[in-house]
């Protein structure tokens, strides 16, 4: 009699011991859960996906994205004006905003490893196959990149140590002739390869030059 009810017992009180561990682990892992660590990265997650949704709804808007990027690139050159430093910064963000123009200009393959490869090249005579241009740096990325290149400006003019002295039109005339330089040789690229960085549509063509096209191609 005392054995077969120490029996049951002893199942209840692992049963009972089991459970107990079972709870334990879960107040644990639901303390893990709710630590400031995991806090922190969920907010910060949270903040990344709206931040990337709002910048998804603002992809169509091409022009009031950039009238927007004009207004700031106004609020920083008035700040410049008017506090009459910060030179160095501008001469930075001046030779960024030039590199990313090159980028925005270049095709995303160039033509000249492109020519060496068996790959399809961009179209050189009116006959060929219409094919879009392809940027390096697509248009978005390209607004995107400058938008905050000029907030990161901004908020180091309210730090004097990136205020240092330096004889602004020096830098000026540097960065004048080269912007003048790139631009002679990204055109002179442009000339060589006959690309154009701007899509204006499909090509269409009217019925007498189609015509013209097969009664040259039946003579032949």
């Not at 068996?118 to 990325?141: C, I």
């Not at 205020?163 to 990204?186: A, C, E, G, K, N």
């Amino acid at each position: 009699m005392d054995a077969g009810s120490t029996a049951p017992s002893s199942s209840s009180a692992a049963s009972a011991a089991a459970a107990a561990a079972a709870t334990a682990t879960a107040t644990t892992s639901m303390e893990d859960f709710q630590t400031p660590a995991a806090a922190i990265s969920r907010w910060k997650f949270e903040v990344s996906r709206q931040y990337q949704h709002l910048l998804d709804k603002t992809t169509p808007h091409v022009l009031n994205r950039w009238l927007g990027t004009l207004a700031v690139a106004f609020v920083y050159a008035l700040r410049v004006y008017l506090i009459q430093g910060f030179y160095v910064v501008s001469y930075g963000l001046g030779i960024h905003l030039l590199n990313l123009l090159i980028g925005f200009l270049s095709p995303q393959v160039d033509p000249e490893i492109q020519s060496l490869s068996e790959g399809p090249t961009l179209p050189t005579r009116s006959n060929d196959e219409f094919r879009p241009f392809v940027r390096r740096l697509p248009e978005f990325k390209f607004w995107y990149s400058i938008t905050k290149a000029f907030c990161i400006a901004f908020v180091m003019t309210f730090f004097s140590a990136f205020d240092v002295p330096v004889f602004w039109p020096i830098l000026l005339f540097y960065w004048v002739v080269l912007f003048t330089l790139t631009m002679r040789r990204q055109i002179s690229h442009m000339i060589k390869y006959k690309y154009v960085p701007f899509t204006l549509g499909k090509q269409r063509y009217n019925g007498k030059r189609a015509s013209a096209e097969s009664a040259s191609l039946s003579e032949d």
